[in-house]
């Protein structure tokens, strides 16, 4: 028994011993790479400590790209930023985001850290797609975003949109949000994607009827596209045209709504 016991203690004595030296041998082995990092995270250390204190890495230039010629002031008023501020600390998605509320007529909005001491901002411009007719002409693009600047007379060679209700929130940067200017909006994609009008300009889609949407075309010639299925009816359109041609001269409108297309001559 008492050997029994002497025995186990030599052998965790010896297993003791093998521990110690596998622990000596990984931490010799360690040694350079330890002092290494250190070396690294002590430089590194040091480098960003000298980019937040140092004079270089202050803001000195903002460059507003796409938006024609801007003083400094200008460019830095726009971006809602200081000279002077430290470039590495600046927050850019912040500054993305504070341009995109001051300014929701740019659709996209990338802000660029250039060293040392620079500020670009790329911009990229909503489209606009048609100009809804209230008491003066706004245009809006294809997500129904109303869009800065408005008039009193329409906008050239852009679809009119009439009918439509005036929203509550009439801001720029308001998104419309009504089932008539979204039915409107809709019909002048799939009136796009046909090609049955390539030849020719829609000038307006009047939703003041939802249950009856009118086209007007070339600015005299009214198709009468009804409340639905107007892909299908485009098509009954094109056809029509391929025999009868679509001269203002001649024709007043075209009803679609029925089972027999309906020509009205002038």
Do not use: C
Not at 80 to 85: K, N
Not at 212 to 223: A, C, W
Request: glycine share 4%; aromatic share 8%; hydrophobic share 40%.
């Amino acid at each position: 028994m008492r050997k029994s016991r002497i025995s186990r203690k030599s052998s965790d004595s010896q297993w003791s011993i093998r521990v110690v030296g596998l622990l000596r041998k990984t931490f010799l082995f360690s040694m350079p790479y330890l002092l290494s990092l250190t070396v690294v995270g002590v430089l590194f250390g040091g480098v960003i400590a000298y980019a937040v204190n140092s004079s270089t890495f202050q803001l000195k230039e903002v460059k507003i790209l796409n938006m024609g010629s801007m003083t400094r002031q200008q460019a830095f008023d726009f971006s809602e930023l200081q000279p002077g501020e430290n470039l590495i600390t600046l927050d850019l998605v912040n500054v993305q985001e504070v341009i995109k509320r001051r300014h929701p007529e740019f659709k996209e909005v990338q802000v660029r850290r250039i060293l040392p001491n620079r500020i670009e901002v790329l911009l990229k411009r909503r489209t606009p797609v048609a100009q809804m007719a209230y008491s003066r002409y706004v245009q809006v693009d294809r997500d129904l975003i109303l869009l800065p600047g408005s008039s009193a007379a329409p906008f050239r060679n852009l679809t009119i949109i009439q009918g439509a209700p005036k929203p509550a929130r009439f801001f720029v940067g308001e998104a419309l949000t009504d089932t008539a200017s979204k039915k409107a909006v809709r019909l002048m994609e799939i009136v796009k994607r046909s090609r049955v009008l390539q030849k020719h300009h829609l000038t307006k889609v009047d939703i003041t009827d939802v249950n009856n949407v009118l086209l007007f075309v070339d600015d005299s010639v009214e198709i009468r596209m009804g409340s639905a299925h107007f892909t299908e009816r485009l098509k009954i359109l094109d056809q029509t045209l391929r025999t009868v041609g679509l001269d203002p001269a001649k024709i007043r409108y075209i009803d679609l709504r029925f089972d027999d297309v309906v020509i009205g001559p002038r």
